[in-house]
């Protein structure tokens, strides 16, 4: 049991980093697409795919978060 755990723990840890990564990269071509927009006119595509990558990221974290938990209260 605890080596599953230990890796879903892993596999968590993996997804949230290449989220990460996908979310600095969503980041840095809304920067770059921001400064040629008009003043209001909502956010961009690049900007709501940055968000849905902060979620996901945030979930991740989450998630092994509650695995760990898990872990510690199963090997009391």
């Known amino acids: 049991m605890n080596w599953f755990l230990a890796i879903v723990i892993a596999v968590l840890m993996v997804l949230t980093l290449v989220t990460l ?3 600095i990269i969503a980041f840095m071509a809304s ?3 921001d ?3 008009p003043e209001g006119s909502g956010p961009s595509e690049m900007q709501l795919r940055q968000n849905t990558l902060m979620f996901r990221r945030v979930f991740y974290q989450a998630a092994a978060i509650v695995v760990v938990a898990i872990l510690l209260f199963a090997n009391r």
């Open 21 to 23: 990564v996908r979310g």
């Open 31 to 33: 920067t770059k697409a």
């Open 35 to 37: 400064l040629e927009r």
